[in-house]
């Protein structure tokens, strides 16, 4: 497990002080980095729970019981799969009513964002597990607390962690709004939250070849209906690629056997409660 011994907050001090460059003058990765190092599970949880509550604040939740539960143990059953030093905190799980719209996000501190378009998008409950398998990955690879930093820069980080600025949560959560939340994902990133989510998918019991599926149905559906998909096409990298890097890693790695050992006689049932299919 990672050792943080020097309190964030006093080493971003010490980073921001210490005369090497401005922050406006730092890289993107050198940011990211830093990010890394200096958010420790107590800081990235704190940061990660204010966010997620501006996020509900700005979109409307879905308002439905059933739904949500749905989804929480679905993807607590996939969040089992990580190692326990990669999930320090409860990772959260929240639906929202956007039934036109096929997109999930991640932020940091284990908060997950669905939105009931993309339920409405999977033909089974082992496409829509792909996709929280992959944004699972994300925050415990630690890309979530790298893209906050990269985002923010480390003033900003800074006055968040230390609470000086009571209006700055707000004004942070508007602005990753705006910009798709941390989606800006490197393309490296992208591939290894494929590759984890793989894993958690393959362990929970599911047909791991569902991601392969529901990435390649994005891809026909970018052809049929650009409007439902465009949100997701905006904030990651081609499914179509992806698609086949997901087909060759399970044949490589010996994933599932071609068989998918759960099959969820309610996930018709929750996607009839969020508008019905989409195909």
């Known amino acids: 497990m990672r050792q943080y011994l020097i309190p964030a907050t006093a080493l971003l001090g010490l980073l921001l ?75 959260q799980f929240t639906v929202i009513d ?57 003033g900003t980080l800074q006055q968040l962690l230390l609470g000086s600025d009571p209006n700055l949560l707000a004004q942070v959560g508007s602005t990753i709004v705006a910009q798709g939340y941390l989606a800006a994902y490197t393309r490296g990133m992208e591939s290894e939250a494929d590759k984890r989510g793989l894993q958690y998918l393959d362990g929970a019991g599911y047909d791991p070849a569902a991601m392969a599926r529901f990435f390649s149905k994005l891809e026909k559906m970018q052809g049929s209906s650009p409007n439902f998909v465009a949100s997701f096409f905006a904030t990651h990298p081609d499914p179509g690629a992806r698609a086949k890097e997901v087909n060759s890693l399970i044949q490589s790695r010996g994933y599932g056997g071609g068989q998918q050992a759960i099959v969820s006689k309610d996930f018709q049932d929750i996607q009839t409660r969020v508008g019905g299919a989409v195909r």
């Open 17 to 91: 002080g210490s005369g090497c460059g401005t922050v406006a003058s730092a890289t993107r990765p050198a940011t990211r980095a830093i990010g890394e190092f200096v958010l420790g599970p107590e800081d990235e949880k704190k940061l990660g729970d204010q966010l997620a509550a501006e996020v509900k604040q700005q979109e409307k939740v879905l308002g439905d019981a059933q739904v949500q539960s749905y989804v929480n143990t679905l993807g607590q059953r996939l969040v089992a799969q990580a190692p326990k030093e990669e999930r320090p905190f409860n990772f």
């Open 98 to 154: 956007a039934p036109d719209t096929v997109n999930a996000f991640a932020l940091p501190g284990g908060h997950i964002f669905v939105y009931s378009g993309l339920i409405r998008a999977a033909s089974d409950e082992a496409e829509l597990a792909s996709v929280l398998g992959h944004e699972i990955a994300h925050v415990t690879s630690g890309h979530a607390r790298q893209q906050l930093a990269s985002q923010v820069g480390l």
